[in-house]
T-cell receptor
C-alpha cells in the first residue's frame, strides 16, 4: 500500500521568511496530492492540492510542487505570518478508490 | 466551515463502555471517512463508506464498527473502550474519487 513520509516534523521560522515541507510517497500510481492545515482544536482544512498531470500550483503565498519521477512533493509558504502557525499534513491518494494516506505532520511555528 | 458536522464535540467515558460518534457529511457528498488522531500522532485511517456501502478498511479494531445510513450520515461505534482509545476522531466527506476530503472538527474521546 501507499506510504507517505513527511519532513521535517517541526519547523520554526521567523515571520516573513519562507517555510518548506517535503513529502515522499511510495506508490507510483498515486495521482492526487492535497495539503491540509490543522489549527488547535479544529479539523484539518484543505489549503492546496495538486494532481499528477501538473508540476506546480500556486495560490497567493502558498505553492506546491510535484516531482513524479522522484515521487516527492513539497509545500512552500512564502512571507510567513503568525497565523500560518499550525500542523500541516500532506497526503497522497493511491490507486485504491478514494483511499488517502497521510504524512505524520509538520508543526510549523512562526515567530514574530 | 467545512460543512461536515460531528457530534458530540467531547465525550468522557469509562473503560469498558460503548460510545457512538456521529457525522453528517457535506451536502451532496456520498463518501464518508473516519480517522483517528492520537496525541502527537498523525491521521490513522479507520474506514470509508460510499453511498451506504463499506469501501475500504484501514487500521480499525474489531471493537470498532461503523455504518452509513440512507440519509448519508454515518456513525462510528466504539465498544469495550480502553484507555488507549482516547483520541480525536475525525470524520471527512468527499464528493467522489477525484475530490478532496473535507474534515469535521472532530470528537475528542477521553476514556478514564
Amino acid at each position: 500500500g501507499e506510504n507517505v513520509e513527511q519532513h521535517p516534523s517541526t519547523l520554526s521560522v521567523q515571520e516573513g521568511d519562507s517555510a518548506v515541507i517535503k513529502c515522499t510517497y511510495s506508490d507510483s500510481a498515486s495521482n492526487y496530492f492535497p495539503w491540509y492545515k490543522q489549527e488547535l482544536g479544529k479539523g484539518p482544512q484543505l489549503i492546496i492540492d495538486i494532481r499528477s498531470n501538473v508540476g506546480e500550483k500556486k495560490d497567493q503565498r502558498i505553492a506546491v510542487t510535484l516531482n513524479k519521477t522522484a515521487k516527492h512533493f513539497s509545500l512552500h509558504i512564502t512571507e510567513t505570518q503568525p497565523e500560518d502557525s499550525a500542523v500541516y499534513f500532506c497526503a497522497a491518494k493511491g490507486d485504491v478508490w478514494g483511499k488517502f494516506q497521510f504524512g505524520a505532520g509538520t508543526q510549523v511555528v512562526v515567530t514574530p | 466551515d467545512s460543512g461536515v458536522t460531528q457530534t458530540p464535540k467531547h465525550l468522557i467515558t469509562a473503560t469498558g463502555q460503548r460510545v457512538t460518534l456521529r457525522c453528517s457529511p457535506r451536502s451532496g457528498d456520498l463518501s464518508v471517512y473516519w480517522y483517528q488522531q492520537s496525541l502527537d500522532q498523525g491521521l490513522q485511517f479507520l474506514i470509508q463508506y460510499y453511498n451506504g456501502e463499506e469501501r475500504a478498511k484501514g487500521n480499525i479494531l474489531e471493537r470498532f464498527s461503523a455504518q452509513q445510513f440512507p440519509d448519508l450520515h454515518s456513525e462510528l461505534n466504539l465498544s469495550s473502550l480502553e484507555l488507549g482509545d482516547s483520541a480525536l476522531y475525525f470524520c471527512a466527506s468527499s464528493a467522489g474519487d477525484e475530490s478532496p476530503l473535507h474534515f469535521g472538527n472532530g470528537t475528542r474521546l477521553t476514556v478514564t
